[in-house]
């Protein structure tokens, strides 16, 4: 018997390590270049708002194929040269070969198992479908309390749980958790949660800023949001540790709470398609449309793919946390 936290660990882990996950989904930087071009120019924003350091870590957590951030790069030496020469590429990735993959577009880099081993000093931090990725735990409404559910022979199974209150996101209305029907499924974010309170205090203490995005609703509510993708089609979760990818449902407010009661600023989340709506992402691919005629059909198809409510723009959202001292960023309505 098995937390879910440390099957979903030890399954992701596996996954990773042995798979070509773009074999089972797409992200959207596989889906248009100007997804990383934009997150770029956030970050040289930031940059120049934080006073243009002359060293500054631009990193990013589980980079994939390093489609992103090769994209981000291009379009900073492009629109901000002097950003360029001062970042220090650092990436968070514990997936062997996919450090390779990233090797080859993003040879200058430098690699970590984790966030908190990032070297110090003002941090940009870009993460795409990172947080989802990470263990979660669930708990089910049995009588007057919880339980919580454990995986045995690729099932689930419930048992005594270690907290005696429900630990729902701090978004979430606790006094309501009490009262919730029996069999009611709610979920924790057991490693993002605490990662979030690293990270905020750090950029307190250091400086800078992090753009996390992710799926997962504003308001998020009780329910099983535990999913593997095979081949692009849902597959059970349970049954076959390493062979699909395992995602669950980023609680926004709770990460929100986490890095506020850390003292940073907090901005959104706001869906995705307004996020990049408001970065830019029609005008620029308009222009790339003019450039490449051959390719306009294709370029205007991804950026609608990547915005549309009923394609990834609503579902997906952007978060940013921030130095409590720096001004409102791009992309977050005032
Ligand atoms: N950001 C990329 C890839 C998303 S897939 C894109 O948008 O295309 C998730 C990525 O996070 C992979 O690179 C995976 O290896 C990495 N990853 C997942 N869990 C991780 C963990 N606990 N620590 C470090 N990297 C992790």
Known sequence: MERLDAFMARANAAYYASRDPFA?????????????????????????AMGEPGAVVLAEAGPGRGTLM?????????????????????????????????A??????????????????????LANEFFDA???????RRGQGWTERFVERGRFVEGPSSLSAPVCGAGRDEAGEATRPEGTIVE?????????????????????????????????????????LRAGRPADPLADPGGADLTAHVDFPALAAAA?????????????????????????????????????????????????PDQ??????????????????SGFAA
């Not at 379009?75 to 996919?98: C, D, N, Y």
């Not at 605490?194 to 800078?208: D, H, Y």
């Not at 990834?312 to 960023?329: D, N, Q, S, V």
């Open 24 to 48: 089972d989904f797409t992200t959207a930087p596989e889906i248009s270049q100007v997804f990383g071009e934009l997150l770029g120019l956030w970050a040289a924003e930031l940059w120049m």
């Open 260 to 308: 506020r009661a850390a003292g940073a600023a907090v901005f959104g989340p706001v869906p995705q398609g307004l996020f990049l709506a408001r970065l830019g992402l029609f005008q620029r691919t308009g222009r790339l449309a003019r450039q490449n005629p051959a390719r306009a059909a294709s370029l205007r198809n991804a950026a609608a793919r990547l915005a549309e």
């Open 188 to 228: 924790y974010p057991q490693a993002a949660r605490p990662l979030v309170s690293t990270l905020a205090a750090r950029l307190v203490e250091q400086g800078g800023a992090a753009l996390l995005l992710d799926y997962g609703p504003e308001r998020p509510g009780p329910g099983d949001s535990l999913q593997a």
């Open 104 to 125: 080859e577009k993003l040879p200058e880099a430098a690699w970590h198992d984790r966030i908190e081993d990032l070297p110090p000093g003002p941090l940009l931090l």
């Open 134 to 140: 990470l263990p979660i735990r669930q708990f089910v």
């Open 70 to 102: 090769a994209d981000a790069l291009r379009a900073i030496r492009q629109a901000a040269p002097a950003f360029g020469r001062a970042l220090r590429l650092h990436l968070v990735e514990t997936s062997p070969r996919l450090r390779a993959a990233q």
């Open 312 to 329: 990834m723009g609503r579902l997906f959202k952007a978060m940013a946390i921030c130095h409590p001292a720096l001004p409102h960023p």
